[in-house]
């Protein structure tokens, strides 16, 4: 469904649901606040945070809408797609393994999974599981996504043939660049020790032990455990013709260890509180369930036990391979080195260590952030997908709690918001403009049909009909769409699917003979999600 483009504040703050009592405190007025503003300015329908202090739960609160256009609140027990912050949680399930000296850190891949190969012999018999966690394997930003995104089914076996074909882009272990399947494979290795599903180690090990009673691994096991119950769950909403528009989304399900968990904030503040506590539980405090959960880990008395022990705790959160720190973030958060631990990004702020992950699916974003000195742990779960409002939000409340510097960073990330569309909406034109002028390509259309494999992925259709040229991903569902001819042998594909926003540029190699030789892809606009990796895919013509 589509709705109005501008929310009032007003109705935001008929549909503020409140699970905490405390708010008397200016803390609480001023967290409001913030997020009734972020979200009046960018359009979100529902927010949901917690925040802990000193082990405590300070704030926790619902903010406006599950689905657009409905009357149904966001409350604290409302469920999100959390998306990439799966990624911690799959980190604790192999440290709770490293602890019982099942595996180490410096296990190699290939002695768990022969299956495992890369892009030369020396890496795949090299990589450890700490390279597997901290992205430095030296493929490229988001290398191998196709295979799992956009929804489509997909086999072990798909994917453990389609890793050796993916290029190699920077050396190994020497530059950080994000990658989900090596999330995928992690899961794999706690599946192959365990003979378990991660899923159901995931609920055992993590779920049960923290009494977060309505996580999920993923939405299909969601939706098959409640049956015909009606589920708390925000849709998911982009903007599209700038009209606010529900989508529908499996939550990231083929995301598994690397994206697919479904919870709350009042689930993910007992998450905080564990990483906040080194991994320390107080079973008074927390559902345990099946008591024999207790021996193992590393119990010292009858109440208290470790989930994962300090040694993990410290080694999760070091530096594995260092990021560039931009100009930006010295001026604004006095920050000078960044870096990726294991399952979580890490920067000094302002003098303190900020521990923090982003979790993105189409339509929905989740922020974790945690600053281990001041004992402070934030959760933020938005509906829709504006990364302005989600830092917006966090860093009014970092002002709040931390006593930092005064800004109005709703105002902001609006500011910038606006001028990174404006310059992006002007290069696009450009592109229009250029797109509606240009000519006939240089050769019959005919000549540009043809199957093509690319290694990694598979097969790519290219084909006439009704005289115009469409694309078809033959693992992908919703890749396909019209190809209009742009200039010399290069294409644009407009999806059918439009609230994919990943028009991509495709280029076709003639030899001189006329000949297809090789046909390439990349986006065309700076802002598709990355997962979108048209870039990584060399299609050859099937007939060679």
């Known amino acids: 469904m589509k709705a109005i483009f501008h929310f009032s504040s007003l109705l935001i703050l008929l549909f503020i649901s409140p699970s905490f009592s405390a708010h008397s405190s200016d803390k609480t007025v001023k967290v409001e606040q913030a997020i009734t503003e972020a979200m009046q300015e960018f359009n979100i329908p529902g927010v949901a945070v917690a925040i802990v202090e000193d082990d405590h739960l300070v704030f926790s609160q619902g903010f406006g809408l599950k689905e657009y256009g409905k009357l149904e609140k966001?409350?604290?027990?409302?469920?999100?797609?959390?998306?990439?912050?799966?990624?911690?949680m799959t980190v604790v399930l192999l440290a709770q393994l490293v602890d019982?000296?099942?595996?180490?850190?410096?296990?190699?891949?290939?002695?768990?999974?022969p299956e495992f190969q890369l892009y030369n012999a020396f890496v795949t018999n090299e990589f450890t599981l700490i390279d597997l966690l901290s992205h430095r394997s030296g493929l490229g930003y988001g290398a191998g996504d196709l295979m799992i995104w956009p929804a489509r089914s997909y086999t072990e076996k798909y994917i453990f043939n389609g890793l050796k074909h993916l290029p190699q882009a920077s050396g190994f272990r020497t530059e950080f660049a994000y990658n989900n399947l090596m999330y995928?494979?992690?899961?794999?290795?706690?599946e192959k020790i365990t003979h378990k599903p991660w899923s159901q180690n995931l609920q055992e090990r993590l779920f049960t032990p923290l009494g977060m009673n309505n996580s999920t691994a993923s939405f299909s096991l969601l939706t098959s455990n409640l049956s015909n119950k009606k589920i708390n769950i925000a849709k998911p909403h982009l903007i599209i013709n700038e009209e606010l528009t529900v989508v529908e989304s499996d939550y990231l399900t083929n995301f598994s260890s690397a994206g697919s968990v479904?919870?709350?904030?009042?689930?993910?503040?007992?998450w905080l509180k564990v990483l906040l506590n080194q991994g320390e539980l107080n079973k008074e405090k927390v559902g345990l369930g099946d008591q024999s959960l207790i021996k193992l880990n590393l119990g010292i008395n009858s109440n208290i036990y470790q989930l994962y022990s300090q040694t993990q705790a410290s080694l999760m959160w070091q530096s594995h391979i260092s990021r560039k720190v931009t100009e930006t973030e010295i001026e604004q958060d006095n920050t000078h080195f960044s870096a990726y631990g294991l399952g979580w990004f890490l920067k000094d702020f302002h003098g303190m260590k900020l521990v923090h992950h982003s979790g993105g699916i189409q339509g929905m974003l989740s922020k974790v952030l945690l600053i281990p000195e001041r004992d402070l742990g934030i959760v933020i779960l938005?509906?829709?997908?504006?990364?302005?409002?989600?830092?917006?939000?966090?860093?009014?409340?970092?002002?709040?709690?931390?006593?930092?510097?005064?800004?109005?960073?709703?105002?902001?990330?609006?500011?910038?918001?606006?001028?990174q569309l404006k310059r992006e909406t002007n290069r696009l034109s450009e592109i229009e403009k250029?797109?509606?002028?240009?000519?006939?390509?240089?050769?019959?259309?005919?000549?540009?049909a043809q199957t093509y494999i690319d290694k990694w992925y598979g097969e790519i259709m290219i084909f006439l009909e009704n005289k115009k040229l469409r694309i078809t991903f033959s693992q992908t569902p919703s890749l396909k769409g019209e190809l209009f001819y742009y200039q010399d042998n290069t294409f644009i594909v407009r999806w059918d699917d439009r609230s994919l926003n990943a028009d991509a540029y495709v280029k076709f190699s003639v030899t001189?003979?006329?000949?297809?030789s090789e046909v390439t892809l990349k986006p065309v606009s700076y802002l598709t999600d990355f997962s979108f990796d048209f870039q990584d895919l060399k299609l050859i013509p099937k007939t060679h």
């Open 262 to 270: 479904i919870s709350n904030v009042h689930d993910m503040a007992l």
């Open 74 to 88: 966001v409350t604290s027990d409302t469920l999100f797609g959390i998306a990439s912050n799966t990624k911690a």
């Open 382 to 419: 938005t509906n829709q997908q504006s990364n302005a409002a989600i830092n917006a939000i966090y860093r009014e409340i970092f002002e709040v709690y931390l006593d930092l510097p005064k800004n109005d960073w709703v105002a902001f990330y609006q500011q910038k918001e606006q001028r």
């Open 184 to 190: 995928i494979i992690a899961g794999k290795i706690i």
């Open 434 to 448: 250029h797109l509606i002028q240009s000519g006939s390509s240089p050769l019959t259309l005919d000549r540009y």
């Open 100 to 113: 019982q000296y099942k595996i180490s850190w410096q296990t190699k891949v290939v002695d768990i999974l």
């Open 512 to 516: 001189p003979d006329g000949d297809i």
